[in-house]
């Protein structure tokens, strides 16, 4: 009985941990977004283009998006190809938030950004170190 009791325990604790093994390998790796980056998107008066620098540690993302207006912070995350990230900018008229959700393919990211109410398409290319 203790035989059994143990072969079974065996086979469970190896059936867990392939388990686990098997699924850390479906997750795909975060797409490397560390650097600086061209995003453009259409205004009220035309296409607008400005820098975002990113700074990656693993999943989550910090920064800054470079404008006519000024810097403003960035924070977001990466999961696999997908980045949702948030820019903070303090205006004469309080402070105000653009939402940021895209997914990248190689060193181009597309996606939509929410400013107030709002919805953008916007672009990015990442600018290579000259």
Do not use: C
Request: hydrophobic share 35%.
């Amino acid at each position: 009985m203790k035989r059994n009791i143990l072969a079974f325990a065996s086979m469970l604790a190896l059936t867990l941990a392939f388990g686990f093994a098997v699924r850390a390998q479906d997750q795909p790796a975060n797409a490397n977004v560390a650097g600086a980056w061209q995003i453009t998107w259409q205004g009220r008066n035309g296409e607008v283009t400005q820098t975002l620098t990113f700074t990656q540690d693993g999943a989550n993302l910090t920064g800054t998006l470079h404008g006519d207006r000024g810097d403003a912070p960035v924070t977001g995350t990466i999961t696999g190809s997908s980045i949702d990230f948030t820019a903070k900018r303090s205006t004469p008229n309080g402070d105000f938030s653009s939402e940021y959700k895209g997914t990248v393919t190689g060193d181009s990211i597309k996606g939509t950004v929410m400013m107030g109410q709002n919805s953008r398409d916007w672009s990015a290319t990442r600018q290579v170190p000259k």
